[in-house]
């Protein structure tokens, strides 16, 4: 009799010892590995009849998988880039299965064979220098609410940092003085300092002498008090974009996030000057090569380039057709 055995103690070993303990993943990934399995799951469930729990690591095989993403995309309407975050939970799964069942290697190898697909990377979007002007003059400084919002705006918009890092921060987080930086322990638990602008510093200075609310010192809590969520922070960038497109009409048909104000950080400093391997540690880019998608972003660097070149003279001459065959093979 073949011997099986039961996917739940894997999965959970996965997530508790491998994720939590040993790679110390961030709750943002662990969230992420936590959804992907939690669909997966519904769907095996859907597809073999047999409740999670239930089943056994033999039926996940490469054509369950593959059905799985086919599913995601042609009916759930998931973009490719999503399908293959989904993926990459599930390589992550096996590469730690290949530790614990080697004699299950061919099956493994299957499902880690299972390529990414490739897809169109749209330019990096940034904000201009009037529209973010437009949207740190909407909140309402009178308030307390206001002068919150003000400082996470200008913060995010300066120093470029994830939404988690923002949402993380806490009051001891933030260095004053001559030197004044933020302490950041961002993506893949890197810590790293961020250098901030006299305006930013004079900003959370006023800031931090608000009373601090909540026990957990966060730097821009919600009111209660507790770390603001995402759907909180998008809450309140959608208030102010609309307030400022009425200063600014270019706003009214975007989509500000704080992502987009991390871009917009990083375009300032490529406009500035600022070598490519600065901003990547300004950013927390694991690699140089990250920040490549920014020198494709802006048209205005692209223009200045042009202007230092020298045009090309062109010669008129009679026209001659090409050879027939290679104009076929051209055209292919």
Same mark, same amino acid.
């Given at each position: 009799m073949t011997r099986t055995t039961n996917l739940a103690p894997l999965l959970e070993r996965f997530f508790t010892q491998r994720l939590m303990q040993q790679?110390? #993943?961030?709750?943002?990934?662990?969230?992420?590995?936590?959804?992907? &399995?939690?669909? &997966?799951?519904? =769907?095996?469930?859907?597809?073999?009849?047999?409740?999670?729990?239930?089943? +056994? =690591?033999?039926?996940?095989?490469?054509?369950?998988?593959?059905? &799985?993403?086919?599913?995601? $995309?042609?009916?759930?309407?998931?973009?490719?880039?999503?399908r293959n975050l989904r993926l990459t939970a599930i390589h992550s799964f096996f590469r730690?299965?290949? =530790? $614990?069942?080697?004699?299950?290697?061919?099956?493994?190898?299957?499902?880690?064979?299972? %390529?990414s697909k490739r897809f169109t990377?749209?330019?990096?979007?940034?904000?201009?220098?009037? $529209?973010?002007?437009?949207?740190?003059?909407?909140?309402?400084?009178?308030?307390?609410?206001?002068?919150?919002?003000?400082? &996470?705006i200008l913060t995010a918009v300066q120093t470029g940092l994830r939404l988690s890092e923002m949402t993380g921060l806490k009051r001891e987080d933030f260095m004053p003085g001559s030197g004044a930086?933020? /302490? +950041? +322990?961002?993506?893949?638990?890197? $810590?790293?300092?961020t250098p901030l602008?006299?305006? !930013?510093?004079?900003?959370?200075?006023?800031?931090? /002498?608000? %009373?601090?609310?909540?026990?957990?010192?966060v730097l821009f809590p919600s009111a209660r008090g507790e770390r603001l969520t995402v759907h909180g922070v998008q809450y309140l960038l959608n208030k102010h974009r609309v307030k400022a497109s009425t200063r600014c009409p270019s706003l009214k048909n975007q989509r500000v996030t704080?992502? /987009?104000?991390?871009?917009? *950080?990083?375009m300032d400093l490529l406009q500035a000057g600022v070598d490519r391997a600065v901003i990547a540690l300004w950013l927390g880019h694991e690699s140089v090569e !990250?920040?490549?998608?920014y020198l494709?972003?802006?048209?205005?660097?692209?223009?200045? #380039?042009? *202007?230092r070149t020298t045009p090309p003279v062109g010669k008129p001459s009679r026209y001659q057709p090409g050879d027939r065959l290679l104009g076929f093979l051209s055209s292919l």
């Open positions: 790679r110390q #993943a961030s709750p943002h990934t662990i969230t992420s590995y936590r959804d992907t &399995f939690r669909q &997966f799951l519904i =769907f095996a469930q859907q597809r073999l009849a047999r409740a999670p729990s239930r089943l +056994v =690591f033999e039926q996940i095989d490469a054509p369950l998988v593959i059905a &799985f993403l086919d599913e995601l $995309e042609t009916r759930r309407g998931l973009s490719v880039r999503s730690y299965v290949a =530790f $614990e069942l080697p004699t299950h290697a061919a099956q493994i190898q299957r499902v880690l064979a299972i %390529p990377r749209n330019l990096v979007s940034f904000l201009s220098r009037p $529209e973010v002007d437009s949207l740190l003059a909407a909140p309402d400084r009178s308030t307390w609410s206001g002068r919150r919002d003000h400082a &996470f930086h933020l /302490r +950041v +322990v961002g993506k893949g638990r890197k $810590e790293r300092c602008a006299k305006p !930013t510093r004079a900003v959370l200075n006023a800031w931090l /002498r608000e %009373p601090s609310r909540g026990v957990n010192d704080v992502h /987009r104000l991390r871009h917009t *950080a990083a !990250t920040t490549q998608i494709e972003a802006t048209l205005a660097m692209k223009e200045r #380039a042009l *202007a």
